[in-house]
């Protein structure tokens, strides 16, 4: 009996057909999946779209910009600043890495790159050096030349004391200090209203509109105040966009307007309020000396925590990339080794560039004491009122 070896026409027709059926379903679905996509990438980018353009009118308003100007050079926390900048360059480096664009599995590129860094950060040397001659310049002295700063820094307390009613004894800490001048300077103000009170109308105007503008700069400085022991600069940051070699300029063009109609007790009154207003500028002045040189000291000395702690790492890197690849199969450890040893690397320069655009934008604003201001030396960001 012979066997029919012969195929199966059926059979065959019916696998084509069912084949057919799972090409047509595979094509359908994978449309689908195509049009969801793309869907979905289509709503996205039009997120993506509104929030940049959001972004980019917020950025565009003056105010905005004053604004983030104003927190990067003079309020933001330097810690914070230093931070976010070392935290860009770890997501970079990472998102970088993982994506292919830089290779980071070449050992001998990983290598040459943080030799670079050592090299780099040998840098640093010279700068703690330099910034802590700056600091000791300003302390080290003769005996005579500490005893004469002393004497001045006492006689401008007793000067300060003089003036009030209530106490002939100022705090030496300089928060409650600069508050008892505020007070004073509020006190005299108010006394300084009531005074012309039956004067011209045009007389009180003048005063109203001056009393305003030193209201308003006692208000600037009151509302950072937190305690005895506060930080420099704080105190110092509100006091940037006051100018009070104007304020003695202002009382004195209404003594020369007014002259015969202010009483003798209106007039003791402009001149406390002119010896105040120059307090106030001796006292920043004097702050900002103060605050530089606190700030130069803790800043070598980050700078010198921060830097050996990178050097260290650039160190273990470069050794461990000496003899091929670490983490061989584990490629997102790898990314994430190279990425926290890059952002090593750049924080001691993000806490240099924190500390320092600080220090240059206070000791910029008000370089000058006294009645000679700079034309713009304190810009729109930090600057209270228009001059």
């Known amino acids: 009996m012979t066997r029919d070896t012969r195929p199966d026409e059926g059979t065959d027709e019916t696998s084509a057909a069912g084949f057919q059926r799972v090409l047509v379903d595979a094509m359908a679905s994978t449309g689908t999946v195509l049009f969801l996509v793309a869907r979905l990438l289509f709503v996205t980018g039009r997120f993506v779209a509104v929030g940049v353009a959001i972004a980019g009118a917020t950025v565009a308003d003056d105010g905005v910009q004053a604004s983030i100007r104003r927190w990067f050079l003079l309020d933001g926390n ?57 600091t000791v310049s300003r302390v080290v002295g003769s005996i005579s030349e500490i005893q004469e700063q002393m004497e001045s820094a006492r006689g401008f307390q007793r000067q300060v004391a003089s003036m009030s009613v209530e106490t002939d004894v100022v705090s030496t800490k ?15 103000a108010e006394g300084l209203q ?6 011209s109308a045009a007389m009180q105007t003048a005063v109203d509109e001056y009393v305003a503008v030193l209201q308003t700069q006692a208000g600037h400085v009151e509302e950072r105040f ?17 100018n009070y070699p104007q304020n003695v300029q202002d009382a004195r063009r209404i003594e020369s307007s007014y002259a015969d109609e202010l009483s003798d007790h209106a007039c003791e009154l402009l001149q406390d309020l002119q010896d105040l207003s120059t307090t106030l500028d001796l ?12 700030e ?29 690849q670490p983490f061989a199969g584990w490629p997102l450890l790898l990314d994430l080794s190279v990425s926290f040893a890059l952002a090593s690397v750049v924080l001691p320069f993000a806490v240099l560039l924190s500390f320092v655009v600080k220090i240059a934008t206070i000791t910029a604003r008000t370089a000058a004491p006294g009645p000679f ?5 304190t810009p729109a960001y930090a600057r209270h009122r228009n001059d």
């Open 283 to 294: 006292l920043r002045q004097y702050y900002k000396a103060m605050y530089i040189q606190q």
């Open 174 to 188: 300089p928060a409650p200090f600069l508050g008892a001048v505020i007070s004073l300077l509020r006190n005299r």
């Open 78 to 134: 330097r810690w914070v600043i230093a931070g976010g900048i070392t935290a860009f360059a770890f997501v970079g480096t990472f998102l970088l890495s993982a994506t292919g664009f830089v290779g980071v599995e070449e050992g001998g590129f990983v290598t040459t790159m943080f030799s670079a860094f050592i090299s780099g950060l040998f840098s640093l040397v010279p700068i703690v050096v330099s910034v802590n001659q700056l």
């Open 373 to 377: 201001t700079p034309l713009r030396e």
């Open 194 to 199: 009531q005074a012309v009170d039956d004067g």
């Open 226 to 242: 937190d305690g005895d022991r506060q930080r420099l600069g704080d105190l110092l940051v509100p006091m940037m966009g006051d």
């Open 296 to 324: 130069l000291s803790r800043l070598s000395r980050w700078i010198g925590y921060t830097g050996i702690g990178a050097f260290f790492v650039s160190i273990v890197v470069v050794m461990g990339f000496a003899q091929g």
